[in-house]
């Protein structure tokens, strides 16, 4: 008999790649297509969305040897402030507005002087941020803005592509971020003498590094091989299923990270699986923006549950907003473990994760712990099928209901919420 393993959903929207991929003609590199899709004359490739940070960072602290922080939400990967480490520079974190992802904005004006050497405003989840905010704050201060789109790989915002409206914008080519080569990065920068010197300071930091390369690219292989949906309860369900029995949250959240990652150049084999399949994302991102708008409205329409959305974003996942810490840990002690891409975004606020050192302006970051006991993410994956989804509605709604009459205002009317995101 053969064993045929179950349907699993990943928990994020990511491209999946298929065997004409891996193999044949190159048409155009793959940084030339990024730039072209993000409308900007160049984009640079590193070995990961943090390598591409670090690098952007690096580069940027050559420039104002006297700024040394870099500020950013107290709500995001802990990878970011690892990547701001090992530039050599400090994070400084600035709490979210209630109940929404995007900095405070006036936290953020108080959180930068002349020792600012960047901003970073994070498009979290493929959800927009509020960049003219962050670039009027950076331009009183004479800091730089580096856009994190790591999440956000197609989202637009203003009608320019996210990622390009700062000084520098990073992009995470990870598995389940989108377009992934396993793990890579893209980085782009507005002003010519930015770019050469990221692009020297890429060739001087991240090196060719064979074994990092061959790693990856076996890793990629497996990527291709069990990304799809009956591949999935093994290489990504069954390590979440375990790692939950043993309560570990970071690792069935995948945030056991630490300052000694790669850096190194991508090999040639998976920049050109990345060129191959770069021609089937923009029919992707319309496919999961459709199935994403079609889906807001019923998570919506539960009571004491917000959805958050925008007209521009991309969609790996939809993000929701629990009346309260108990009742988003009990939706996910129903479905966590279960099949259906339902998943935590980040663990913890920053100053919470235990491998992080201490933070200026981590004393103080209310809003970002209660968005992180608060929320959760159903995938937007078009492999969690419509009665699949109905069921994770189901059980959502069941436990708000079964737990009273929300103990916070229904949607649209949650206090802190701006009315465009209602
Ligand atoms: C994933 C992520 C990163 C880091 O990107 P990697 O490619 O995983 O190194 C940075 N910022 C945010 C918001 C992310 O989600």
Redesign the pocket.
């Known amino acids: 008999m053969w064993f045929r393993p179950e349907r699993e959903a990943p928990p994020t929207a990511g491209l999946p790649l298929g065997i004409t991929d891996l193999g044949g003609e190159v048409r155009a590199p793959l940084t030339a297509l990024a730039a072209q899709w993000l409308g900007v004359e160049e984009a640079q490739l590193e070995c ?4 591409a ?1 670090t690098v952007a960072l690096t580069a940027l602290s050559g420039h104002a040897r006297s700024r040394r922080d870099v500020v950013i939400p107290a709500f ?2 802990p ?2 402030p690892l990547a701001i480490r090992r530039a050599g520079l400090e994070p400084r974190l600035v709490d979210l507005r209630a109940g929404h992802f995007d900095m405070d904005p006036v936290r953020l004006a108080e959180a930068c002087n002349e020792r600012t050497l960047a901003i970073v405003p ?1 498009h ?1 989840g493929g959800r927009v941020a509020d960049v003219a905010t962050a670039k009027a704050v950076a331009a009183a201060t004479g800091a730089y803005v580096v856009e ?1 789109a ?2 956000a790989f197609g989202a637009f915002l203003d009608g320019r592509a996210a990622g390009t409206h700062g000084d520098v914008g990073f992009f ?3 598995a389940g ?1 989108g377009l992934s080569i396993f ?3 893209l980085l782009v920068a507005r002003d010519d003498a930015v770019r050469d010197s990221i692009r020297r300071t890429s060739r001087r930091i991240a090196g060719w590094h064979p074994g990092w390369e061959l790693r990856r690219t076996l890793e990629l292989a497996g990527y291709a091989a069990f990304y799809r949906p009956r591949g999935l309860g093994m290489a990504y369900g069954g390590p979440l299923r375990r790692a939950l029995r043993r309560g570990d949250l970071l690792g069935a959240a995948g945030e056991h990270f630490g300052m000694d990652f790669p850096l190194h150049r991508v090999g040639r084999w998976r920049r050109a699986v990345g060129a191959r399949a770069f021609h089937r994302l923009p029919l992707f991102i319309e496919t999961t923006t459709t199935q994403a708008r079609a889906r807001v409205p019923a998570l919506a329409s539960i009571p004491g549950v917000h959805v958050y959305s925008d007209d521009s974003g991309t969609w790996p996942y939809l993000m929701l907003l629990l009346p309260d810490e108990s009742t988003r840990d009990a939706v996910l002690q129903r479905l966590w473990a279960s099949r259906h891409g339902v998943a935590r975004m980040f663990v913890h606020a920053l100053p919470d994760y235990p491998y992080l050192a201490p933070m200026a302006g981590g004393d103080d970051v209310p809003n970002a712990r209660e968005f992180a006991a608060r929320t959760l993410t159903v995938t937007n994956s078009p492999w969690l099928d419509d009665a699949s989804f109905e069921h994770v509605c189901a059980v959502i709604e069941a436990t708000v209901v079964s737990r009273g009459a929300p103990a916070y205002p229904a949607t649209g009317t949650v206090t802190g919420l701006p009315s465009t995101f209602a």
């Open positions: 990961s969305g943090t390598a940070l995001t990967c990878l970011v994070t979290l994190d790591a999440q995470s080519l990870a971020k793990e890579g990065g």
